[in-house]
């Protein structure tokens, strides 16, 4: 006879910390660089300093702070980079594209005609001009499909992957172009029907690029060298040889000279 646990998982102390600490720097009320003071963490929730240590250090195994100070005992958001922008995107695209592509060749009519209710909806909320909600059916959208797989390890990967670009777009105050976005999201549902599987992957890969572009220039500063200055010559000037010229008869005098 199967028993009936009687024991309750709950949460401790330090785990609800982390959420609330994990929601607040995806949110974008801490920035990249800023400091996570534990005295006044522990002060702000009223507990004492043990559970907010240990949430931070679980941060830090999630890759969202790292160790920083000079005895490198404090801990501070992690900057952004291009890299991790491109990967994380990269993920979702990677599993969004396997999970459309596997359910367009089993010909799922159930799963698509529910991605098609998804878009009515949001159809509904650009006529309103309600981006908040339009978001929210948006994240639906895309959680849908990874959810498809049914495959717990690839959708935790996926869901860790949108939390971080969440925090890239709120950082950035990026807004979407709903009219565009819902468009970008026919498309793919049109792919998806079709079981046409490069269509498929070609339009995950446009729909996240635009977002990756924006981010890229918004969040990473420009690294491209700026052109050096031409080489003056004693008085400030550069001289232009042309040897084949004063072979018929042009002066050094009549050359032109730059400035």
């Known amino acids: 006879m199967r ?6 998982p709950i949460e401790t102390i330090s785990q609800q910390v982390f ?3 994990e929601e607040e720097i995806l949110s974008g009320k801490y920035k990249p660089g800023d400091r996570l003071i534990e005295r006044e963490i522990a002060e702000r929730l009223g507990i004492s ?4 240590r240990e949430a931070v250090l679980s941060l830090e195994r999630w890759g969202l702070v790292v160790p920083a100070g000079a005895n490198r005992k404090g801990r501070e958001v992690i900057g952004i980079s291009r890299q991790e922008i491109v990967e994380n995107y990269s993920i979702k695209e990677f599993i969004e594209s396997y999970a459309l592509g596997e359910k367009s060749l089993q ?3 159930e799963f698509f005609a529910n991605l098609r209710r998804l878009i009515e909806e949001m159809e509904k909320e650009v006529e309103k001009g309600d981006l908040e909600n339009y978001r929210k059916l948006n994240s639906r959208f895309h959680h849908e499909i990874a959810q498809s797989l049914n495959n717990r390890k690839l959708y935790r990967i996926f869901a860790d992957a949108d939390k971080r670009t969440r925090w890239f777009q709120n950082l950035t105050l990026y807004s979407l172009r709903m009219e565009r976005s ?5 498309l793919l549902l049109e792919a998806g029907e079709k079981r046409n599987l490069r269509q498929i992957r070609d339009r995950v890969q446009s729909h996240y690029g635009q977002a990756i572009e924006f981010l890229l ?3 990473i500063p420009s690294t491209a060298p700026k052109p050096e200055p031409p080489k003056k010559g004693n008085r ?3 001289e232009i040889s042309l040897p084949h010229l004063k072979k018929k008869g042009v002066k050094k005098e009549m050359l032109p000279q730059r400035v």
């Not at 028993?3 to 309750?8: A, V």
């Not at 300093?49 to 907010?52: D, L, Q, Y």
């Open 182 to 186: 819902i468009l970008e999201h026919k």
């Open 107 to 109: 010909g799922d009519k």
């Open 236 to 238: 400030g000037k550069s």
């Open 3 to 8: 028993r009936t646990s009687i024991i309750k």
């Open 19 to 21: 959420k609330i600490l």
């Open 49 to 52: 300093r043990i559970p907010v």
């Open 217 to 219: 220039k918004k969040l």
